[in-house]
């Protein structure tokens, strides 16, 4: 799969024996996703342990499968139109923004609601706000000397969502979706934000957004925010028993200044664990929360990249292995694409990138990739630097490199990827040749 992550499943195999064996692999009943993602989860958590922060950043997506109508076991996707699942997954990322990878995942079916169900009864069975507490506590902690930031969008505004961050003795970013009470009922969030002295301005990169639902496409730009922030006590949920004590935490509340005409301006309202008694402070929390575009990028590269919705598997739990298994796929294409722009990125200084230097390539690289790459480069192999190494991937991809062009990303990186790839298994074909090991 992370040789060819965009082929269906017969394309990545040569021969019926193995075509036959991963479907039974996907729908063995006792194959789990998590028993597929143990090594890999286990490699992320103790990755973490050399950080002293790390953010846990969570996210649901859905899997859409309506146009494959032979599938059992979904749910409805789509606004209740389609059908497929929804995905809960948590990356592991730096406090500089380098993915280490999955940390936990939840595959989730979307029933309808039951006619006339009580409110008691809607509590008492699972929900998909659950999602985000239950994934904070089966994560739980990493080690003693590494705090997780667990990081949310809007969704994750939940009062469970900060006590479990808090019971598990993590700590958390979410972007408020709720005007909620605050400071003993006697308050609502945004107004008492919006009463704060503006502490400061900063400076944020903002993607591109495609067109979704009823909301148009905006390209990506450079937004000027106003800083405010405050501490606050939360509130506890009026008709929820299970909590009855407010929850110590901090606000930082970013709004554009100047937004172009036509443009959605950024307006964050983030609630925090995490101490915020300065500008900087909160610029820190607003520069992690920036992150959290990591994962919108990772759910392209398991869609676009692997394709993992094009899947033919004929049931739910099948699908949930392949997704197990796609999701490393895809961190994967994540990192490629760090590499490449941690080498080529002009504005990271050289001593700490050492692009320029071969015999930094040497020790990351095997020596057939460095053959090939020198080839397509038209120069010595030893004197190939990782910089002209990345640079050469890229334009086998169809990177220009122009003037307005940024740095690659991770589709024009895989692309050469895969043909340099391929001419290594020719170099390697080749010398089973010389070496008269061939069946001929």
Request: hydrophobic fraction near 40%; include cysteine; charged fraction near 25%.
């Amino acid at each position: 799969m992370a040789e060819a992550p965009d082929r269906s499943l017969p394309d990545r195999h040569e021969n019926w024996g193995d075509i036959k064996a991963a479907y039974r692999f996907f729908n063995n009943p006792k194959v789990t996703p998590e028993g597929i993602q143990s090594t890999h989860r286990q490699q992320v958590r103790q990755l973490c342990t050399a950080h002293p922060v790390v953010l846990a950043i969570e996210d649901g997506s859905e899997l859409d499968y309506t146009s494959h109508r032979s599938v059992e076991g979904l749910g409805f996707v789509g606004g209740g139109i389609g059908r497929g699942l929804l995905q809960h997954s948590t990356l592991a990322v730096t406090t500089d923004g380098h993915l280490l990878g999955v940390l936990h995942q939840i595959w989730w079916r979307r029933v309808r609601k039951l006619k006339g169900e009580t409110r008691r009864q809607r509590r008492a069975r699972a929900k998909e706000s659950d999602l985000w507490a239950d994934s904070i506590r089966a994560i739980g902690s990493v080690g003693p000397n590494t705090r997780l930031i667990h990081v949310t969008d809007r969704g994750g505004d939940c009062y469970e969502t900060m006590h479990a961050a808090y019971a598990s003795g993590q700590g958390f970013l979410i972007r408020a979706q709720h005007d909620r009470y605050v400071n003993d009922s006697t308050e609502r969030l945004w107004g008492f934000l919006e009463r704060q002295d503006v502490a400061g301005t900063r400076i944020v990169e903002v993607p591109a957004r495609p067109a979704k639902g009823g909301r148009p496409a905006q390209p990506a730009r450079t937004a000027r925010l106003a800083v405010r922030y405050a501490a606050i006590q939360v509130s506890p949920p009026r008709n929820d028993p299970r909590f009855t004590e407010p929850l110590a935490a901090w606000a930082v509340y970013v709004v554009e200044l100047d937004p172009p005409a036509g443009v959605e301006p950024v307006e964050w309202m983030l609630l925090t664990s995490e101490r915020v008694e300065s500008v900087d402070q909160a610029n820190t929390c607003v520069d992690w929360y920036t992150y959290r575009w990591l994962i919108e990028e990772w759910h392209m590269a398991e869609k676009t990249g692997c394709r993992l919705e094009a899947s033919q598997l004929k049931s739910a739990k099948a699908l949930e292995r392949l997704a197990a298994l796609t999701a490393v796929v895809a961190v994967r294409l994540i990192q490629l694409r760090e590499l490449a722009q941690a080498a080529t990125d002009p504005n990271v200084p050289d001593e700490k990138s050492l692009r320029d230097q071969p015999a930094a390539l040497r020790n990351l690289v095997p020596h057939d990739w460095i053959l090939a790459v020198s080839y397509l480069a038209k120069c010595r192999p030893d004197a190939l630097t990782p910089r002209l190494f990345w640079l050469t991937l890229a334009r086998r991809g169809g990177f220009i490199g122009r003037k307005g062009d940024g740095l690659p990303g991770w589709r024009t990186i895989w692309k050469g990827w895969a043909e340099v790839m391929t001419l290594v298994q020719g170099i390697a074909i080749h010398q089973l040749i010389l070496e008269g090991k061939t069946c001929g």
